[in-house]
């Protein structure tokens, strides 16, 4: 055995958990990286204000920390970061360019996310010009999507989910089960294959893109499937976004009503806040409180689909089918998960109110920094001729159809839990 071969290494999700902890700990110990201004109304305020000395370097604080972890990364896993430093900071630019554009007064008037301008930049380079294969095959998805995913369980407070009552959890609970078997079975009948089939399912009932990562993780799944599933789900979140609110007040839905209703069926915390806000603050707390629950989830689904998936896989022979023992199951279980958990265990009964209110700001723009770079990241490695070809008709209609009960079921069982 080498000496390289005897070096230690982790794998990217164990790596994950390390990286996002780091990030976690460095903010309790008062290593605050503060949040730089993105929101714009005119000229005058983009250049004094967002392109201001002071503020572009809060983006540098930013940028560092963000170099800092790749490269941490790429260390533990024992990867080359020659390249890192040419692929992270061209990554960085373009996703504070789409942060910037999406900031501006137009663009929040129609409420639309950042990361949806950092998937469509990254997708219009990817698609109008040839990027060299060293940088497509260097791009951090996964590390930076997982990295937000460790963070975003910090917002996930149980106690905030309880104070509001059962009735949230209740209708997660119903809706994730109900959801998921109606996408799947409608998949299977449409002769969707296994790995589009887990992650619509697990996309169009627990939390849109994080599911849908989370379960790619669990089975193993292909990048440009997990892709395929993301554009999806930010393609329907933005008129979901937009209309529901209007068709809510139309048929004169309470707030409550309203905001369980999106809570549950829109796909994106972010579009959920935005079209929560546009109902009222009674439907802005319960519709967040009801995708919080959803995500509290996520980690349950995660380690139930890596079961399944592990017991239902064949060998190559595809004559003997895997036996799901512990260490099997253990192998495939996404680590990043425990993260997300543990980061959620951490801000909800270990630290105090005032540790938490005091990093709360700085982490919540950093979970949403490595979600935009991962989206500008899985721009920049997809082209429309292999997203959307002749053989993905099917996964498209499934999810449509899937999203479609997913509005219609969440809407009765929120009109059940919540009407008066």
Known sequence: MTSTETK??????????????????????????PVPAVKWSNTNELFDKVLSLGNLSKFLYQFFLVLVIAILGALLMRKSIQKIFIVVPTVYILTILALIIAGSSAMRALNLEGVIFSLAIGLAISNFFKLPRWFVENLSTELFVKIGLVLLGTTVIFSDILKAGSLGLIQALVVVLSVWYFAFWLCKKLKVDQELTMMISSAVSICGVSAAIATSGAIKGDPKKLSYVISMVLITAIPMMIFMPYIAHYFNFSEEVTGAWLGGSIDTTGAVVASGSLVGETALKVSTIVKFSQNVLLGIAAFAISVYWTYTQKTADQTTVEKPTLKVIWERFPKFVIGFVGASLLFSFFLSKDAISEVKDSLKNLQGLWFALAFTSIGLETKFSELFDKDSKKPFYAFLIAQLFNIVITLIIAYFLFGR
């Open 8 to 33: 230690f290494k982790l794998t990217e999700d164990w790596t994950v958990v390390a990286l996002g902890f780091t990030i976690i700990i460095l903010s309790l110990l008062g290593l605050i990286i």
